[in-house]
């Protein structure tokens, strides 16, 4: 990787990743009109307004934030805060491990969403949407994301990972979210190599069936390594990938394509739980 490259990483890469993100998008919708694995029974027009409603307000909060990984990024290289800023590491080390530390924070925080009840009524959210397709991908209660810098941020200071290899991270990642949540599936022979380095439509698709034990897998956005190292790691499901039932058991109704009730979903759970 040379220096015009880490530059461009610096400087252009923020503006690159909103183009890279609508290109995806329109495209694999495209695949997914034309070859979807799944034949959906829900009301695409009900769900897309509801989901793509919810990217746009989670994309506005994204550019209001005060902080981001980014910030603590510049902030700790400014201060040569972090282990990485107080030794001379060379480039391809440093650049493995900020992929996997960025990789870690979110398949951490993924997993916490899960076993933490409070974030979980937050997290689950993205979990009521009762099929999955690439309008799923942004689909996060706006609170989530802030949850995620909170939880996120401490780490990026203590290594003081760097600005260029977060941003690497960040067209990675909307590359293979875009992917994974998208209605088609890979060939089979590339899908049992694959899903082993970057998480697949199929790994991703098991982590949102309404089946618990599924659920409760494939945690990692990216790179599935810390699923394999946590031993949540699943490639099989109790039914078939066309047929199983996504989302979540305890709503399949029209509040899972509400925004207004999603939004509120998680302080109403708060209420039924505390009554």
Do not use: C
Not at 4 to 20: D, K, V
Not at 148 to 172: D, H, Q, S
């Amino acid at each position: 990787m040379n220096e015009q490259l880490i530059n461009w990483l610096n400087t252009e890469s923020e503006n690159f990743q909103f183009i890279l993100f609508g290109f995806l998008l329109v495209l694999l919708i495209v695949i997914e009109i034309i070859i979807p694995l799944r034949k959906s029974i829900q009301n695409r027009k009900r769900r897309w307004s509801a989901n793509f409603i919810i990217t746009l307000l989670n994309i506005i909060l994204l550019s209001a934030l005060p902080v981001s990984f980014l910030s603590a990024s510049i902030f700790a290289d400014g201060k040569s805060w972090g282990l990485l800023n107080q030794f001379s590491v060379p480039l391809i080390p440093t650049l493995l491990f900020s992929l996997l530390l960025r990789g870690f924070i979110s398949f951490f925080t993924h997993f916490l969403m899960h076993k933490v009840p409070l974030l979980w009524r937050i997290h689950r959210v993205h979990h009521l949407d009762t099929e999955m397709d690439v309008s799923t991908t942004v689909r996060f209660h706006p609170l989530e994301f802030i949850i995620n810098v909170i939880i996120g941020m401490p780490l990026i200071l203590l290594f003081g990972v760097e600005v260029w290899a977060l941003m690497l991270y960040e067209l990675i990642d909307v590359t293979v979210n875009l992917l994974s949540h998208s209605n088609i599936s890979l060939p089979s022979r590339l899908e049992r190599f694959i899903h082993y380095i970057v998480v697949t439509p199929n790994l991703h698709r098991i982590h949102h069936s309404s089946y618990q034990k599924e659920t409760d897998s494939n945690y990692s956005a990216v790179f599935p390594i810390w699923d394999i190292i946590f031993k949540t790691f699943k490639t099989k499901t109790k039914e078939s990938q066309s047929t199983m039932q996504l989302g979540l058991e305890e709503i399949r109704d029209n509040r899972a394509s509400s925004v207004l009730w999603l939004l509120k979903s998680p302080i109403e759970n708060f209420n039924k739980a505390n009554n």
